[in-house]
């Protein structure tokens, strides 16, 4: 069974970097597009972009300069950064899969990381 | 990249049937078979339903089916329970290499 687990600081500073880890437990990381979605306190889900386990990755237009993801194949992690963050990047941030190439959809996920954008 | 639109709020009473709705543009539901479907209890990581429009995945219950029209694709729960009392988001990728999730829409069981 494949597990994911998001892991960082639940705090973060205003204009300072946001890291967060998505470490993948009983699979690998070879194979499949990868994804980190977010979903602020009381609202609905935003994607964040994807990134195929080579390293190719797309990023959300709106977050497109502040974002970037990358892979740990070694290790079978993923990683998040988003630089610059302001209050409206207070999150609860997931990471998951898609099954396949050609799946549109997303099949395991994390349970999410709480990150608080505050001074 | 403007969200899927859905309706707030579906309600309907047990064994009833439910559609959701999720409207989109050309450049994403319109144009693409890659719509997915979540659902997501309270406190809860999503789940997925429905991707590729209609397919699926193995353990969901054949009671949700979805479907696609044009600029809309839409989720039918049939026989609705009270577990299914959730909030459901649609999900589609977009012409610029991006997905995109609905507005989320609150599902109750009277």
């Known amino acids: 069974q494949v597990q994911l687990q998001e892991s960082g600081p639940g705090l973060v500073k205003p204009s300072e970097t946001l890291s967060l880890t998505c470490t993948v437990s009983g699979g690998s990381i070879t194979g499949f597009y990868w994804s980190w979605i977010r979903q602020p306190p009381g609202g609905g889900l935003e994607w964040i972009g994807n990134i195929h386990y080579t390293g190719l990755a797309a990023y959300s237009l709106s977050l497109r300069g502040r974002v970037t993801m990358s892979v740990d194949t070694s290790n079978n992690y993923l990683s998040l950064k988003l630089i610059f963050v302001t209050a409206a990047d207070t999150a609860l941030y997931y990471c998951?899969?898609?099954?396949?190439?050609?799946?549109?959809?997303?099949?395991?996920w994390g349970q999410g990381v709480l990150v608080t954008v505050s001074s | 990249q403007s969200a899927l639109t859905q309706p707030a709020s579906v309600s309907g009473s047990p064994g009833q049937s439910i559609t959701i709705s999720c409207t989109g543009t050309s450049s994403d539901v319109g144009g693409y078979n890659l719509v997915s479907w979540y659902q997501q209890h309270p406190a809860k990581a999503p789940n997925l339903m429905i991707s590729?429009?209609?397919d699926r995945p193995s353990g969901v219950s054949n009671r949700f089916s979805g479907s696609k029209s044009g600029i809309t694709a839409s989720l039918t729960i049939s026989g609705l329970q009270a577990e299914d009392e959730a909030d459901y988001y649609c999900?589609?990728?977009?012409?610029?290499?991006?997905?995109?999730f609905g507005t989320g829409t609150k599902v109750t069981v009277l």
């Open positions: 590729n429009v209609s």
């Open positions: 998951a899969r898609y099954p396949s190439d050609t799946s549109s959809g997303l099949d395991y």
């Open positions: 999900s589609s990728y977009t012409s610029s290499n991006t997905y995109v």
